[in-house]
């Protein structure tokens, strides 16, 4: 009979610790936003809510701890979707954090850059695959 000591499991040892991604939802109808949020965060990301573009850039503008990614509806209040986006773009700080576009509109007549478009209703696993898809486009 051999004696020793059994190895440590080398998976202990490959485990990478990492922060979550943040997302950022910017819609205007807080049950949809609140289901966006909490199904990003059951998928183990780190959400954040704001309910228009206004609010969404000031949020932008005094945190340090900016998102990953930016999921933005674009019929919004007081400032809606593309003036958003352009502000967004405008900002050296800011520019780079990629977007996703969600929209009910059956067609968008006004162009907007962005990483991808979904449009309403989405399901679950058509929004996760979108965010892992541009996760690794953009290599976030």
Same mark, same amino acid.
């Given at each position: ?53 206004? !609010? ?9 701890d900016l998102p990953h990614l930016i999921l933005l509806d674009l019929m919004l209040p007081r400032m809606d ?22 929209? !009910? ?8 850059? !962005? ?13 996760? !695959? ?11």
């Open positions: 009979m051999v004696r020793g000591r059994k190895q440590p499991s080398r998976h202990n040892d490959l485990k990478e610790i990492r922060d979550p991604i943040k997302i950022l939802v910017v819609e205007d109808d807080p049950d949809l936003g609140d289901t966006l949020c909490e199904t990003l965060t059951m998928s183990g990301y780190r959400a954040a809510y704001a309910v228009d573009g206004i !609010a969404a850039l000031e949020m932008l503008r005094k945190g340090d979707g593309w003036g958003f986006r352009e502000a967004q773009l405008g900002d050296n700080r800011l520019k780079d954090i990629p977007v996703v576009v969600l929209s !009910a509109a059956g067609e968008i007549v006004k162009p907007i850059n !962005a990483d991808d478009l979904l449009r309403k209703p989405v399901t679950s696993e058509m929004l996760l !695959a979108t965010i892992e898809r541009v996760r690794r486009r953009r290599r976030v």
